[in-house]
């Protein structure tokens, strides 16, 4: 009893106080705040408001919060190196090298930042794709879809921008690559180009670009937005999924779930100390490793095994896999295009998918969000280059690991349609099925890969279209 | 009676429209008199610094002997200048016609190789494998009679 009653005082202003209705405020700091802002009705609203409990698992109510912890965990990283860094042509690699290898506990600053990124990037993937596929987005929760997407966007402009900043040689390069794609927007590509890099070429003035980028304009929008976004879920609370059985009474979100939250970014903390305290230059693996390496030098050649972050492997590889030339237009341009449609179309699934707009299951667009995880875990894996080991010229290497790599997908995909099956109960596998079909004829029979894909796009077309129409026939024999 | 109150309203209603459509313009013009300088002080200025044909100094020479190729500024774009197995000197832009990164001189294969996306090129500039989707443009080089190496703008 005494220890409840200890638990309790600290979240005092969470008790009940005197009606809101013209009653008396309540005394204290509280009630000297509240004569003046009337937060009673804030305070209301927040102990009522609960999160779906049922037959669904609550682990992915969890992401949010956890990416928004790593968030945290940057911005106090973050300004914590900038009371080091310098930039410029002479100072931006130097400052970096003193803080690692001169400022105490500097290494740690710098390690904790690097592996707090990627972790958040994986925990927001996730977040991203649990909401894809438990159907979050449905109405009225369009706009929490679009508003954590825009999130998504900032925070791969955080790891582009960010990753430009120690100008090393690696990063060098990265930045030319990347920022070369813009050149492929049409009528303003020139232009946001040369905005982009504040030159013809990544120099100086694109660090500084960058810089201003990554320590003004992206946290500023990314708080912005965030705000929107933690707004529209207060308001609305999080979203059970479409087929489960939801409790009459959720759990209270204040102080049950936010305590659990609390624990799990200790848990987070913990795990991203560890890391950063044993691994501090990252797992070593291409696309995530952060040593500095040697300085950027723009009269040096990129040298062999260069590669982006492990998070735009997939777009690097997909670059690769294009011809020089597609439909007269270069294959860069051609390529952007088609991302360009990707990442559209995943904006505005919320308006898509109208079966889950109606409370259905919509089995087509969790299919969809299946199907992309195979897309982008096969492009990945070839980037890496897994299984390009032993001798052979270079042809035979990019196929050897193709096919490696296409095998480790199909595995994944096999298990992954029979983890459906089994647990989700999924019969819909249309879009799986062309993705695992285009890793097949690509990675295993050596056809090229844009070939493959236009093949198994191709067929999942008239697979959909045969089964559209032999659904709908008996549907009208049984209206008439 | 009726009819007048109508005309007053319709003109009123026009009048009104009118100054709409006049506000609405001068709001544009005024959100275009704060984007337009924003815009131009964002685009860069172009590129100053030496133009003309670049000489290599001593060490850029030496290192050219030892490494079979360097990559030198001439009018500020990256040249790679290489020395072929028959001991001729070649120039090109050392930009990858891909995404732009520096290219490099595998001396073993006679290859331009970008280590980027994997783009080859032959010792003409001509595409051999890979996404580029151009051939690399060539520079004039020449060996004066002093021995100096001049790198030149002109297209050979």
């Known amino acids: 009893m005494q220890s409840g009653g200890s638990r309790m005082e600290g979240l005092s202003f969470l008790k009940n106080e005197p009606d809101k209705n013209g009653a008396e405020p309540g005394r204290g700091l509280l009630g000297w705040v509240d004569r003046r802002y009337q937060v009673t009705p804030l305070l209301e609203f927040m102990r009522h408001k609960q999160v779906p409990l049922g037959s669904h698992w609550m682990g992915w109510y969890y992401l949010g919060g956890i990416t928004m912890f790593f968030f945290i965990v940057q911005v106090v990283t973050g300004v914590l190196l900038l009371m080091y860094f310098q930039p410029g042509e002479a100072t931006a690699y130097e400052s970096i090298h003193f803080l690692t290898t001169k400022v105490p506990f500097g290494w740690l600053i710098r390690s904790v930042h690097s592996w707090s990124a990627h972790l958040m990037i994986i925990s927001l993937t996730l977040h991203m794709f649990s909401t894809m596929m438990l159907k979050a987005y449905r109405p009225p929760r369009e706009l929490t879809w679009v508003s954590g997407y825009l999130l998504f966007l900032i925070t791969l402009g955080f790891g582009f921008s960010g990753y430009l900043l120690p100008w090393n040689k690696l990063a060098y390069f990265a930045t030319t690559v990347g920022t070369n794609i813009v050149r492929s927007v049409p009528f303003l590509g020139d232009w946001l180009l040369l905005v982009l890099r504040g030159g013809q070429d990544v120099t100086i003035n694109t660090l500084y670009r960058f810089f201003a980028a990554h320590v003004v304009i992206l946290p500023l929008a990314f708080v912005g937005i965030i705000s929107l976004h933690l707004l529209f879920i207060q308001r609305q609370g999080m979203a059970p999924p479409i087929s489960a059985k939801v409790a009459p009474r959720g759990m209270k979100f204040f102080p049950s779930f936010a305590l659990r939250d609390v624990l799990l970014w200790l848990a987070c903390l913990m795990l991203l100390v560890t890391l950063a305290v044993f691994l501090p230059y990252g797992p070593g693996i291409p696309g995530m490793d952060w040593e500095l390496g040697s300085k950027a030098d723009a009269m040096a050649p990129a040298y062999a095994g260069i590669k982006p972050e492990w998070y735009f492997l997939w777009e690097y590889q997909l670059l690769k896999e294009f011809p020089p030339h597609l439909f007269g237009l270069e294959g860069p341009q051609v390529c952007l295009f088609l991302i360009a449609i990707l990442l559209g179309i995943w904006a505005i699934i919320p308006w898509l998918d109208r079966r889950a707009a109606r409370n259905k299951p919509s089995p087509a667009f969790s299919d969809f969000g299946w199907a992309a995880i195979l897309f982008l875990v096969y492009l990945t894996l070839m980037g890496w280059d897994i299984g390009a080991t032993g001798a052979g010229n270079d042809m035979s290497l990019v196929q050897r690991s193709a096919r490696v790599c296409a095998w480790w997908t199909l595995a994944a995909g096999v298990v992954m349609i029979a983890f459906r099956s089994w647990w989700f109960e999924h019969r819909w596998f249309v879009l799986t099925g062309a993705a695992l079909l285009q890793i097949a004829l690509h990675g295993l029979m050596g056809i090229s890969y844009l070939l493959a894909g236009a093949i198994s796009a191709g067929l999942a077309i008239i697979v959909i279209a045969a089964s559209y129409f032999m659904t709908s026939r008996p549907n009208e024999t049984g209206t008439t | ?156």
């Open chain 2, 1 to 156: 009676m009726q009819e007048q109150v109508h005309t007053v309203s319709n003109s009123t209603t026009s009048r009104r429209h009118f100054i709409d459509l006049l506000l609405g313009a001068s709001i544009l013009g005024w959100l275009a008199s704060i984007a337009y300088p924003v815009i131009r002080y964002l685009k860069p200025l172009p590129q100053t610094g030496a133009t003309g044909p670049t000489r290599l100094t001593r060490e850029e020479t030496a290192k050219l002997e030892q490494d079979q190729f360097i990559i030198v500024p001439v009018s500020g774009q990256r040249v790679i200048v290489l020395q072929s197995q028959d001991q001729k000197l070649l120039a090109f832009s050392a930009k990858c016609t891909h995404e732009g990164c520096t290219v490099t001189y595998l001396p073993g294969q006679s290859v331009i190789w970008c280590p980027c996306h994997d783009g080859r090129y032959d010792l003409s500039g001509r595409v051999l494998s890979g996404p580029p989707p151009k051939p690399l443009p060539e520079y004039a080089v020449r060996r004066q009679p002093d021995g100096g190496i001049v790198i030149s703008e002109e297209r050979a």
